[in-house]
Each structure stands twice: as C-alpha cells, then as structure tokens.
C-alpha cells in the first residue's frame, strides 16, 4: 500500500518536491531564477518586441538555414565544423582587430609578386584554396547530373 502524506503526496512525490526545491535554491544562488521570473511575467512583450524587430526576424531565418544545414551533417561532421569555426572565428576576430583599415593602401602586381614569400599570407591563401576547393566538390555533386 502507497502511504500518503496530508498533502497527497506519495514518497515519489515528496521525493521529487525535495529535489525542485534543490533546483530553485540553486537557480536563486545563481541569479537565473530571477531572470526566468521576469521572462515568465513579461513573456507578452517580450515576444511582441521579438516579432517586431525585422533584424531579429532575419537573424533568426539565417540561424535557421544554418540549423537546417547542420541537420544533414553526420555527428563528426558537425564537430569537425564546430572546430573549425571556432578557430577560423578567432582568427578572423583576431585579424580584424589587428587591422587598421584607414591605414590600407591599394596592391598592385608588385605585391602580388612579393606575396609567395610571406608565411602568413601562404597559410592565409590555403585555407582560402582548401575551402575553394571543398565547396566546389559540395557544390559540383549537387548539380544534376
């Protein structure tokens, strides 16, 4: 026989309250619960804000072609491309914060000639080539043929 508390509660069910409190004592110590409280009490405007907001709205068509692209990737793939993200995302970060864009000047064959001996620019065309290359492969098996 199930023994049940004054409230109705079997052991499972006092077993599980003891357990959401736990969660409420550690989103409150966190500073979540107090956010998730004002999402619950202002999720109206919030979501009025939300749908209001063309740039949202097109960040959010771009994140889903992206969610839509990742779902025909296998799981290594996708970590392959988390990986590489991240790295190429904190070059490229890296880069144009290094960059003085008001200091760029226009070059010309010379430049072009002089590049085959700098090493970064060596590693920089690489990955330019390796993605060329990868990209058109993707792109050539989706055509009909």
């Not at 097109?58 to 990742?70: N, V």
């Amino acid at each position: 026989m199930v023994k049940v508390n004054k409230m109705g509660m079997d052991e499972e069910g006092i077993k599980a309250l003891e357990t959401l409190v736990k969660v409420a004592v550690k989103l409150k110590d966190s500073g979540m619960l107090d956010m998730l409280y004002f999402l619950a009490e202002k999720s109206g405007d919030i979501l009025t804000i939300i749908s209001n907001d063309v740039g949202l709205a097109r960040a959010g068509a771009l994140g889903h072609a992206g969610i839509s692209a990742l779902e025909k990737l296998e799981p290594e793939e996708v970590l392959n491309v988390k990986i590489n993200l991240e790295e190429l995302t904190s070059c490229a970060f890296k880069s144009l914060a290094e960059m003085k864009i008001d200091e760029l000047k226009p070059a010309g064959l010379g430049a072009l000639l002089k590049a085959p001996s700098d090493k970064d620019l060596q590693y920089g065309l690489a990955m330019i080539l390796a993605l060329g290359k990868a990209m058109g492969k993707c792109l050539r098996n989706k055509q009909p043929s």
